[in-house]
């Protein structure tokens, strides 16, 4: 059975940093792209970071030197280390693995950056 459990959410004041962790199993992770995205309230969800399986990252132009994505293929896990939060940054954060024409998705974590 595929599981992916994201941890890490919560509330932060403006400035602040969280690091969210997704969890998976179930699947051959080092053979997975891994991708975090977001979905704040009334938008589309928006690709914020991906990481190949040789470790290459791409990030969304808004949250570039803020944000930083890695994965451990040794405990199949990929974090984002989010610094200097924005109010904008408020959203349901979810993880994605991608492989070919397989996409698996987490259940998604809140974070709200609010004073």
């Known amino acids: 059975q595929v599981q992916f459990v994201e941890s890490g959410g919560g509330l932060v004041q403006p400035g602040g940093s969280l690091r969210l962790s997704c969890a998976a199993s179930?699947?051959?992770?080092?053979?997975?792209?891994m991708e975090w995205y977001r979905q704040a309230p009334g938008n589309q969800r928006e690709l914020v970071a991906s990481?190949?399986?040789?470790?290459?990252?791409s990030y969304l132009d808004s949250v570039k030197g803020r944000f930083t994505i890695s994965r451990d293929n040794a405990r199949n896990t990929v974090d984002l280390q989010m610094n200097r939060l924005k109010p904008e940054d408020t959203a349901i954060y979810y993880c994605?693995?991608?492989?070919?024409?397989?996409?698996?998705w987490g259940q998604g974590t809140q974070v709200t950056v609010s004073s």
């Open positions: 994605k693995a991608r492989r070919l024409n397989r996409r698996y």
């Open positions: 990481i190949t399986t040789g470790g290459s990252t």
């Open positions: 179930g699947i051959i992770f080092s053979d997975y792209a």
